[in-house]
T-cell receptor, first 106, second 118 residues
Framework: GIQVEQSPPDLILQEGANSTLRCNFS?????LQWFHQNPWGQLINLFY???GTKQNGRLSATTVATERYSLLYISSSQTTDSGVYFC????????FGDGTTLTVKP | GAVVSQHPSWVICKSGTSVKIECRSL??????MFWYRQFPKQSLMLMAT?????????EQGVEKDKFLINHASLTLSTLTVTSAHPEDSSFYIC??????????????FGQGTRLTVV
């Protein structure tokens, strides 16, 4: 099946810093989503982005489908951005990456 | 975005009993629903995919007689953990999506159910 790799696995930032999270996938996909899992386990939809670039406030994402990767940018990070960020790809069925655990320190 | 409601949020049950978890799409018709399992500090693992009115498709290694999935309507899917044992304790999450123009759309997730079997 398709392989999804996220990097880095862990990221510690000072409040106000910027960061880039990466998601590589091993085969063509129908769509790709980015999620933030909060401390209670709820998955919050960030982006539905099979290709191209989208922005939502301090967050933006870019997927280059031909090169099989997606990037999630977080600018001016806040402590509330802490948590686990997952990308999930759909190539017939959904496959999640292992996630990036982000810790933003005040 | 669309809303998917999962109930209960947490449940404690005795070993050997069965537990039912409900997943509802509140403001859209879900042609496909998914059930995932997540262990602490791990990613989500797909257990099964269900399409309304059809039998669920289980992933390799998931016991279909133990994890019964029913998708009787376009807004409701249920997961029943039968004869639960402590090793079934986990965080179970459902998601739902619809199709538009023949293409799959964005998937939305329920709040998750934390199951503890004692």
């Amino acid at each position: 099946g398709i392989q999804v790799e996220q990097s880095p696995p862990d990221l510690i930032l000072q409040e106000g810093a910027n960061s880039t999270l990466r998601c590589n996938f091993s085969d063509s996909v129908n769509n790709l989503q980015w999620f933030h899992q909060n401390p209670w386990g709820q998955l919050i939809n960030l982006f539905y982005i099979p290709s191209g670039t989208k922005q939502n406030g301090r967050l933006s994402a870019t997927t280059v489908a031909t090169e099989r990767y997606s990037l999630l940018y977080i600018s001016s990070s806040q402590t509330t951005d802490s948590g686990v960020y997952f990308c999930a790809v759909d190539a017939g069925k959904s496959t999640f990456g292992d996630g990036t655990t982000l810790t933003v320190k005040p | 975005g669309a809303v998917v409601s999962q109930h209960p949020s947490w449940v404690i049950c005795k070993s050997g009993t069965s537990v039912k978890i409900e997943c509802r799409s509140l403001d859209f018709q879900a042609t496909t629903m998914f059930w995932y399992r997540q262990f602490p500090k791990q990613s989500l693992m797909l257990m099964a995919t269900s399409n309304e009115g059809s039998k669920a498709t289980y992933e390799q290694g998931v016991e279909k007689d133990k994890f019964l999935i029913n998708h009787a309507s376009l807004t409701l899917s249920t997961l029943t953990v039968t004869s639960a044992h402590p090793e079934d304790s986990s965080f179970y999450i459902c998601s739902a999506r619809t199709t538009f123009g023949g293409a799959n759309t964005e998937a939305f997730f329920g709040q998750g159910t934390r199951l503890t079997v004692v």
